[in-house]
């Protein structure tokens, strides 16, 4: 079996898809976006920066900074490895909240 050309995301996709079960999930790599920045001189990865939608019942009656927590408490060593996730951005909803949003934009 072949190596993975991007395990941080793998594991990221497997870890909140476990937990969170997301009716929605994307998950968009910046990484290059990002390459020339002082902060990444020293690193090889390619898996740095990452954008995060999910959309999941198990946000519900939690507020943002919490279901963020409940996101960086998944990937914990993810964030913590040398080489790393250095900068996550997530948008967490609920199943009703995208369903709001969807309805909102089709006005």
Known sequence: ?????TPMEDAMRQKIT????????????DSHLHSHHKAMKDTTS?????RVFITSSAFEKKMQPARHRMVYTLLKDELAAQGGIHALQLRTRTPEEEEKVKAKEAT
């Open 18 to 29: 476990d937990a969170l079960a997301p009716t929605s999930f994307e998950v968009f790599n």
């Open 46 to 50: 390619q898996e740095t920066h990452f």
């Open 1 to 5: 079996m072949a190596l993975s050309k």
